[in-house]
Each structure stands twice: as structure tokens, then as C-alpha cells.
């Protein structure tokens, strides 16, 4: 992969460069970098108070936790399955309907969530879904549905016909060429969509609160705003600090692994190899 | 090979291209559909079904428990009695466009300053994405408690730098400081989100394109201009189409950040719509409210998708 | 379709009736051991024991209220044979939660509720109707009356108390001591109120006043109707269908708070706030004076302040308060009417007053309990006591839409008395409350 040829005075520009991106970096990291530390002070100096409290709440942060890795592997599955395979559809094939599917599932996006979520609560009830995590889970997906669609149909589309081609001469039908050529070269499109899901589903917290009934079956989100509220009405900071810094751990780390996805030319290393 | 025993009497005889294009294209269509169909088992019975009876619920009374009764149009009409609604509809107007143009900016001034490898760039997404790692509805808490004058420290360091003589009340002292606090909140949220989408979008344009204009003697917005941008079509396209829809149905950042306030100067369309729902529990009312939004929604979009198309094409 | 053998039916109806003596035998037992093992005293459960039935119930409440609920479930499920399975939901949301599950006909067996919405619950159709079982308890004409009133409709009686919040002034006896004011000697006046507030102010810095929520319509009713009672005033009449908020009463006490703004005495964070940081502002130690609830006692002394509790006057003297918290009922969809009844009568008796609630620093909701010893032993509690019987719980069956609601017309009649021309706000918001109270 080649770099666009460095240019005179790249050393003035490349230290302005840093003092701008720098500067952004500490407005964006302030929020939260104010949250990890209010969180671990007490009237007492520091301690981590607040996070043993936190874990200690009502059914125990493993019962939470649990419950929301499963809701979260489920939709990002879910997701990941739907999209790319429905993707690979609108952005390669044509069928009747393909608009008037493509428009639909947009649509999702359009209906003020609170709306949409009695009707879901009654129809989950009827499938036997009601209070259950696959039930949640499938919400979620569907709620993901519009911005993943789109991203994939986006990506396939942008596939060059040639490679399409090329995997299609080996013989192997259309899936083969799902499966081992095409892709790869939409990988960037699908590990944000994979990411995409995760955050939204490991911090739901509206669908999950409606949808769920027993507090066995909570998510970390409805755990955590719950154990906020707890002091008679008012928030109590420091809970909420010390949980957002802790369910924000999990996507640092899965972002910081997922770094490698976006480096340019991915799609030009696909063509030449 | 499996089509061609489907075929009508009346082409078999011809053996020319046309059929074998005709055969490919059923085939293809078929395929098309066998890839599509979870996605519509999805949207039809997970949102279809339910909008169903949302549409369903707006032409009834519908009271929380007994039994709904029959009452068109009046849940329609009562729209335009509701002053709450009209102004929310103004107010989500402006906030429309000017959460779109300040995010939009924003989210791609951040996508180009990190396109390219160089340097601690991996930090600098890291450091502009991590906001997207909490949930909406605690982040607008987040945001309570930081421009908060008696526990948040915005107010104590703005003041030691000298920006502000006195605390200033962010989030109900106008409403257009009240507005700030919450373009900032969501810039703050979903600016590093859309960076990433953007990116995937930016990544995808050939380095080639880039040095073959440098070398025509390009400067950097000729470059954006006429190649970056047209490139991106589709990707902006649905950034965009993302923000607009999110910011017309915007709720969470005004009913946890101001209230709606102060004195329902923020206060948003699906504000008017919770409250119908959950505190007058007239849920015909509601669904009335998002049926007619949805409608404009459907409509703005299939403008939006169109005119954003027709140029790629 | 029955092809029994002329014989058969005779065996048959011999074997039901042995099953029949046997199942009365085991039920009286059952029930004979329930009374002997949860009763105290003779003024205990009330007498549906033979509801203890090892039912699983279903119960909902709001992160607020937990601890309380959790308190009594707890105990409850230790010497009974229902169980009953609690579930806490956020604050905010609680209110969707249960339109959401009444919408669906999913509601739990047994639900709390914010005390002013129980109105609109009970017209709704929420609750079952427990007026004949109510009535069997002994001690029924001592459970929090105003709180029992807002849960009548028509006569019938469809919940009762569960958590109780009373509003009281908070006081920081070393601010005061700096001061040079007595920590011994709050103030027996809104106009007092306000003089010491201001005294604390002059101490500068951080220090501030005093604090109220005001961008937080239940807040401001929380905190300042009491005063308007203890002058005599009303906020609105009886059946909640009209507001007298521009009486001459009301005019005062807001003209007070709100001239303490405009000192700069009340800290400026007070316009901002709009509920979710008031604890926290309360226990920085930096405030002088200020309302608050009566739940918030233990939390403001585990932050080392020395605070004292003084009931709300009004402007010119007397005292009141504003009757707060949860009631519970329960459920019109529930199956387990007689068991969830036996959770809720039983949380309303001695034991579970006293030693449950009491114990742990609640304010209970049984008057003629309120001498209790561990009552007795905090002079807070004592205060908080003594004041219930002088307030209030105010009564409208849109309260919610019209008060508590951010988008209500209370909250824009609050902030324009609060901070704008105050008797003009209040004259406003008397009509803008009015026909929103009548809405429907």
C-alpha cells in the first residue's frame, strides 16, 4: 500500500495536525475521563466503593452481565446474518419487490421507538416471546435492520463486477462467491455493522426495560439505571459514573481490536490478490 | 440449468440469447429473493405487523384496559387542536437542520483528519468513537450532571480559564443555551459514530484517484469537490439520511437534558407523543401522532433517497 | 361419555369426600399454624391467613421505593408461604412500564405507584377493588389517611400505603454554628426561613443558602404547597378540577423563594435543576437550608453532615408537610387476588411496621405506631412524625399531565413565579392548570 507523497513544510502542517487532533481528543475524552474519576471518589478519599456496590446490586452483576452478553451475541448474529445476506441482495441482484423491501425495512428507522413498542410487547406476547432474551434480541435486530441494510447494499454495490465474475468462474454459484470472494472485499462495511449491533444492544435500554418483566432477565443497562435511582428519586452520580466506565470497557477493548478493519486500500488489495 | 424446463411453450423454440439472459435474469431474481427473504421475515413480522395495529390503534379509542372503540378520524383531528404538538413541529424543525449541518461537518471534518495512517491516528479514533460506547439515555445523565452548576465541573473550569465571569445555566437558562447544551450532547455522542461510517466510505476510494490528481496540479478542495465527495454518494447518503430521520425523532437529549424546556422550548415531536402514550394514556392519540409522522418521514426519505441516487447514477 | 359401573360413582363420591375432609383438615391446619407463627400481637395480619397458600407472586415497584420494598418483601417471604418476587424498574420509566403492561393486560400481581398518579391508576381501572378486605383490618382508620383518599374512588378503596416520603427543611448545623445562627433553633416561619438562609450565604465561597428544583415541577409542589397549608392557603379545591395557585398565600411563599434567588442566597444551580441532582447539591455540606424529602435523612448523614430536620412553615407560622411516597395495590389482572392481599395487609401490620420499616429509619404510614422505640430514639424521625398529621396529600385525577409532567403547565407557571414576575405567573398558571385538570 502506497502513501500519497509527502509534500514541503509537512513538519509545521504535521504539528498543527497534532495540536488540532489533540485538542479534539481531550474535548471528546472529557466527559469521560471526569466520569472514571468521580467514580472512584468517595467522601473518603478514593476507593472503588461504588463499583463493589455496583456488582453487589440486587441479582449480582453476573446475573446482568450474563444476560447481556447472550441479548448481545444474539442480535450482533442476527444481525451480521440478515444484513449481509439482505445486502448482497439489493446491492447485486434485481427482484420484484426489491424497492418496495428495501423502502420497508427503512421504514424501521421512521416510527418513534415508544410507538412501536407496545405493539411489539403484545405481539411477542402472542409468540410466547414475552419476558424472554431471544424475544429482546429479535427486536433489536430489527431495530439494527435499516442502518445495516444499507451500509451492506452499500458495499456490495460498490464491489466491482469483475471480482463478482471472477469468483463466479471458478463455479461456484452465488453463495460460493458470498462465501469466499465477496466477502472479504465488503469486510470493513461488516465489522462496522458487527460493531454497530454490539453497542446498540449492549446498552439498550428502553426496548429492554419494556420488554422484559422479571429482574432476573435484565440487561446491565436497565440494572444499572435502576440501581441509579435508587436513592429516593435523585441519581446518584457516582453509581452512574462508575457504570458507564464499566460497560464502556468491553467496546473500548472491541474497538481497539477491531483498529485493523479500517486501513485504506483494503478494497485495492482485495482486486490485486 | 434448473430454469429451463420452467420455460413457456412459446419461446422454447428460440435458441438465441435471449433466452439464456432470460434464464440468467429469472435465476438471479430468484436467488435475489432467497437472499432477501430473512430479511422481510424480519420486517414483516417484527415491524410490519406491529405498525398494523399501530395504524389500527390511531382510528380507535383505545383506553389502557377495557375494550377500544371505534372513533375515526378524531384522533387525527385532534392533531391540530394539540398547541404543544405545533410548536414541538417547528421547534424539531430547526433543531432538524441545524443538529444536521453541525454533526454532518463535524463527523466529516473528523473522517478526513483520520483517513490516513500516520502516528497515533489509531488513539485518535479511539478517542473519538469511545463516546458511541454509551448508552444515549446515560450519556444526556452524563451531560445533566457535567453542565450542572452545583456538581459538574464545566461551569468551575470555564471560569478559572476566564471563558465565563458568572456559572452559566446551560440548560434552561434560554432556549438557545438549552439547544447548545444539547447540539453539544449529541455532537459529543454520535460525531466519532458517523466519523466511522464515513470512513469506511472514504477508505474505499482508490489511492489512485487521489495521486492522479495531485499530479494534474489538484489542491485539496478541488480534490474533495470532484472526487471525494461524488465518491462518497451512497455512504453520505445514508449518514445523512441516518441524522435527518434521528433528529426529527428525537427524544432522549430534550426529555432527560431540558426537559423539553425551558418552557417547552425544546420540547420535540415524540416528547408530545410520549406524554399522549404514557401520562394523558391516550395511546389512539399517540399512534395517530407517529402514523402522520411516520407518513412525512416516508415521504422526506423517498425525496431524499431519490435525489441522492440520481446524481451517483 | 361416562361408562361407570353402577357401583363406581358410589366409591367415587366416598373417595371425594375423604379428599374433601382432608383437604379442610390440612387447610385449618395450615392456617392455624400461619396465624400462630405471623402474628405478634392480636391486631396483626387481620385475619386472612388462609391466603398463605405458597402462591408466587409477581410484584413491581420503582427503583426509589426499593429499599423499603425490599425491606418487607424480604420479611414477608421469610415467615410465609407465598413468595412474593420482586422486580425494580428506573424511576423515569416506571410510569411506561405499567401503561405498557396495562395496554397488554400483562400487569403483575401486585404494583406500586407514585402516590399522585394512584388517581389515575384507580380511574383506569388498575387495581382491584379492596373495600370489603381493607375493612377487615383493625387498625384500618390508622393508615395514613390522606394517603388512603387518594386511592378512593367512589367509596371503594383500591390501594393502599407502601413507602412514605414526607417533604421537611434540611439544616446544616455547622453551616449554622459559622453563621452565628443556633442549630438548635430552625425556623418556625418561611420569613425565619429565609433570614437564616441568607445569613448562611454571607459566608461565601462555595456556600450557598439554600436550593430548590426549579426546573422540576414535583419538586417545587413538594417542597412549597406545604407552606401554602400551613398559612391556610389550598392549591386546589377537593375534587382537584380547579386551582386557586394565585391565592394570596401562594403569592407569598413564592415571592420569598423567589426574591432569595435573585439574592443570589439560593445557589444558581437551583434553576437548572430539575430533580436528578438535588441529593447530590444537598450533600456537598455547602447548603444552609433547604427542603427536601424525609428519605433522604440517612442518605445526607452518610456523608458526615450534621444535619438537623425542621417541619415547613408558612410564611407567617404553623407547620405542614406534603404526604408523599407509594401505595401498592393489586392488580385487576392478577389470579392471586387473596395471596397478594395477604402480602399487602400484612406490610401494613405491627410487625411489619415496626419492625421492619421503623427499624430501619422508614417513616411508617400506621399513626397510632408512630410512638415506636426506634422512632423515639432519633429526634428527626420524632419531628417527621409529629408533622404527618398536619399535611397534606393533594388529590386530582390529571396530576401527572398537569403537575408533574415536564410538559406541564405547572412546570411553566413554576419557573415564570420563580424567576420571571411572580404574580403574574401564578395568575396565569391558575387558568392553564385549571383546564388542564379538566382535560379529557
Given at each position: 500500500m502506497t502513501r500519497p507523497p509527502r509534500r514541503a513544510g509537512t513538519k509545521a502542517a504535521s504539528s498543527g495536525y497534532y495540536v488540532t487532533t489533540g485538542a479534539l481528543a481531550i474535548l471528546f475524552l472529557f466527559p469521560l475521563l471526569w466520569s472514571g474519576w468521580s467514580s472512584v471518589r468517595t467522601p473518603h478519599g478514593f476507593s472503588l466503593q461504588n463499583y463493589t456496590d455496583m456488582f453487589h446490586y440486587r441479582d449480582g452483576i453476573g446475573t446482568y452481565l450474563i444476560n447481556s452478553i447472550a441479548v448481545t451475541s444474539m442480535t450482533v448474529a442476527g444481525t451480521l446474518v440478515v444484513s449481509v445476506l439482505g445486502g448482497y441482495a439489493f446491492g447485486r441482484f434485481r427482484f420484484p419487490g426489491r424497492n418496495a423491501l428495501f423502502l420497508a425495512t427503512l421504514a424501521i428507522l421512521m416510527v418513534p421507538y415508544p410507538t412501536i413498542l407496545i405493539p411489539l410487547y403484545v405481539l411477542l406476547g402472542d409468540l410466547g416471546l414475552q419476558n424472554s432474551l431471544v424475544g429482546l434480541s429479535a427486536v433489536l435486530v430489527m431495530f439494527q435492520l435499516p442502518f445495516a441494510t444499507f451500509m451492506m447494499r452499500n458495499s456490495f454495490e460498490a464491489v466491482p463486477q469483475e471480482l463478482e465474475d471472477c469468483a463466479q468462474v471458478d463455479g461456484c454459484g452465488t453463495f460460493g462467491a458470498l462465501r469466499r470472494v465477496l466477502i472479504h472485499a465488503v469486510r470493513p462495511a461488516v465489522v462496522t455493522v458487527g460493531l454497530f449491533a454490539f453497542l446498540a444492544a449492549w446498552n439498550e435500554f428502553f426496548a429492554a426495560l419494556i420488554l422484559l418483566n422479571s429482574s432476573d432477565k435484565f440487561t446491565l443497562p436497565v440494572a444499572a439505571v435502576a440501581m441509579e435511582g435508587r436513592t429516593f428519586g435523585s441519581i446518584d452520580y457516582p453509581t452512574m459514573q462508575a457504570g458507564v466506565v464499566f460497560m464502556a470497557l468491553p467496546c473500548l477493548v472491541l474497538f481497539l481490536f477491531l483498529?485493523?478493519?479500517?486501513?485504506?486500500?483494503f478494497m485495492a488489495g482485495a482486486l490485486r490478490g | 440449468m434448473s430454469l429451463s424446463t420452467l420455460k413457456e411453450p412459446s419461446a422454447v423454440e428460440d435458441a438465441r440469447p435471449r433466452r439464456p439472459l432470460l434464464t440468467i435474469r429469472r435465476r438471479r431474481a430468484a436467488q435475489g429473493l432467497g437472499y432477501a427473504a430473512p430479511t422481510a421475515a424480519v420486517v414483516s413480522v417484527f415491524f410490519l405487523a406491529p405498525l398494523v395495529l399501530v395504524v389500527w390503534m390511531s382510528l380507535n379509542h383505545w383506553p389502557l384496559l377495557g375494550n377500544p372503540t371505534l372513533s375515526f378520524p378524531t384522533n387525527y383531528t385532534d392533531i391540530g387542536d394539540n398547541t404543544l404538538f405545533r410548536g414541538a413541529v417547528w421547534f424539531t424543525l430547526r433543531y432538524t437542520v441545524v443538529m444536521t449541518v453541525v454533526l454532518f461537518s463535524v463527523a466529516f471534518g473528523l473522517a478526513l483528519l483520520v483517513q490516513n495512517r500516520r502516528r497515533g491516528v489509531g488513539f485518535l479514533r479511539t478517542a473519538f468513537f469511545l463516546?458511541?460506547?454509551?448508552?444515549f439515555a446515560t450519556a444526556s445523565l452524563l451531560f445533566l450532571g457535567l453542565l450542572s452548576?452545583?456538581?459538574?465541573?464545566v461551569n468551575p473550569l470555564l471560569t478559572h480559564l476566564g471563558i465565563i465571569s458568572r456559572p452559566v445555566s446551560?440548560?434552561?437558562?434560554s432556549p438557545n443555551t438549552a439547544l447548545g447544551s444539547t447540539v453539544a450532547l449529541v455532537t459529543w455522542r454520535f460525531a466519532g459514530f458517523n466519523m466511522l461510517i464515513l470512513l469506511t466510505g472514504l477508505q474505499a476510494i482508490p489511492v489512485e484517484l487521489y495521486e492522479a490528481a495531485r499530479m494534474d496540479g489538484a489542491n485539496r478542495v478541488q480534490i474533495l469537490r470532484r472526487i471525494t465527495v461524488p465518491l462518497m454518494r451512497p455512504t453520505i447518503a445514508l449518514v445523512l439520511i441516518m441524522m435527518i430521520t434521528g433528529s426529527l425523532l428525537a427524544f432522549d437529549q430534550f426529555y432527560i437534558l431540558?426537559?423539553?424546556?425551558?418552557?417547552?422550548?425544546?420540547?420535540?415531536v415524540v416528547m408530545v407523543i410520549v406524554r399522549e402514550a404514557f401520562?394523558?394514556?391516550?395511546l389512539g392519540s399517540a399512534a395517530a401522532i407517529s402514523v402522520a409522522v411516520l407518513g412525512v418521514l416516508v415521504a422526506l426519505n423517498v425525496v431524499q433517497l431519490s435525489i441522492l441516487r440520481r446524481r451517483s447514477r | 361419555m361416562s361408562t361407570a359401573m353402577p357401583h363406581q360413582p358410589a366409591r367415587r363420591s366416598a373417595r371425594r369426600a375423604v379428599f374433601a375432609v382432608l383437604a379442610a383438615a390440612v387447610l385449618a391446619a395450615a392456617s392455624t399454624a400461619g396465624c400462630s407463627s405471623s402474628?405478634?400481637?392480636?391486631?396483626?395480619?387481620?385475619?386472612?391467613?388462609?391466603?398463605?397458600?405458597?402462591a408466587q407472586l409477581t410484584m413491581w415497584t420503582r427503583a426509589a421505593t426499593e429499599s423499603q420494598t425490599e425491606a418487607l418483601v424480604k420479611a414477608y417471604n421469610a415467615g410465609h408461604k407465598n413468595q412474593v418476587k420482586l422486580t425494580t424498574y428506573p424511576n423515569e420509566q416506571y410510569p411506561d412500564k405499567i401503561a405498557t403492561s396495562a395496554g397488554a393486560h400483562a400487569l403483575p400481581d401486585i404494583f406500586t405507584s407514585d402516590v399522585v398518579f394512584a388517581p389515575n391508576y384507580v380511574s383506569q381501572g388498575l387495581?382491584?377493588?379492596?373495600t370489603s378486605r381493607f375493612d377487615q383490618l383493625s387498625f384500618k382508620g390508622d393508615v395514613a389517611p390522606s394517603i388512603i383518599k387518594t386511592a378512593t374512588a367512589d367509596g371503594k378503596v383500591y390501594a393502599v400505603p407502601h413507602a412514605l416520603d414526607l417533604s421537611v427543611l434540611y439544616y446544616n448545623k455547622a453551616l449554622y454554628t459559622r453563621a452565628g445562627l443556633d442549630p438548635a433553633k430552625p425556623p418556625t416561619t418561611l420569613a425565619e426561613f429565609a433570614t437564616q438562609a441568607t445569613a448562611v450565604s454571607?459566608?461565601?465561597?462555595?456556600?450557598?443558602?439554600t436550593y430548590f428544583g426549579g426546573n422540576c415541577g414535583g419538586c417545587v409542589e413538594f417542597t412549597l404547597w406545604p407552606s401554602i397549608w400551613a398559612d391556610g392557603?389550598?392549591?386546589?379545591n377537593d375534587a382537584g378540577t380547579?386551582?386557586?395557585?394565585?391565592s394570596p398565600q401562594a403569592v407569598a411563599v413564592f415571592k420569598i423563594y423567589h426574591d432569595l434567588y435573585a439574592a443570589g442566597?439560593?445557589?444558581?444551580?437551583s434553576k437548572d435543576?430539575?430533580?436528578?441532582?438535588w441529593l447530590g447539591a444537598l450533600q456537598t455540606?455547602?447548603?444552609?437550608i433547604a427542603p427536601g424529602p424525609s428519605s433522604w435523612l440517612p442518605l445526607i448523614k452518610a456523608k458526615g453532615i450534621d444535619v438537623g430536620v425542621a417541619p415547613i412553615p408558612g410564611v407567617n407560622g404553623g407547620q405542614s408537610t406534603f404526604v408523599g411516597g407509594d401505595v401498592a395495590g393489586v392488580s385487576v389482572?392478577?389470579?392471586h387476588a387473596a395471596e397478594a392481599w395477604d402480602f399487602l395487609s400484612w406490610t401494613l401490620g405491627d410487625q411489619a411496621q415496626v419492625e421492619v420499616l421503623a427499624k430501619s429509619g422508614e417513616i411508617i404510614a400506621r399513626t397510632d405506631l408512630a410512638q415506636n422505640k426506634y422512632a423515639a430514639a432519633d429526634p428527626n424521625v420524632v419531628t417527621i412524625n409529629q408533622v404527618m398529621g398536619k399535611g397534606q396529600t393533594p388529590y386530582a385525577l390529571n396530576f401527572n399531565a398537569t403537575?408533574?409532567?415536564?410538559?406541564?403547565p405547572w412546570t411553566t407557571t413554576v419557573r415564570g413565579a420563580l424567576f420571571g414576575d411572580t404574580a403574574a405567573a401564578l395568575a396565569s398558571g391558575q387558568s392553564a392548570i385549571t383546564s388542564s385538570l379538566n382535560q379529557h
Open positions: 483498529q485493523r478493519s479500517y486501513v485504506r486500500g | 463516546p458511541a460506547a454509551v448508552g452548576n452545583e456538581i459538574g465541573p446551560w440548560i434552561s437558562g431540558t426537559g423539553g424546556g425551558p418552557d417547552n422550548s425544546t420540547t420535540s401520562v394523558r394514556f391516550n | 402474628s405478634k400481637s392480636p391486631s396483626a395480619a387481620g385475619g386472612a391467613t388462609s391466603a398463605d397458600d405458597g387495581w382491584q377493588d379492596v454571607k459566608l461565601g465561597g462555595s456556600v450557598k443558602g392557603g389550598a392549591v386546589m380547579q386551582s386557586t395557585i394565585d442566597v439560593a445557589a444558581p444551580a435543576e430539575n430533580g436528578t441532582t455540606g455547602n447548603i444552609g389482572t392478577s389470579s403537575y408533574n409532567d415536564p410538559q406541564s
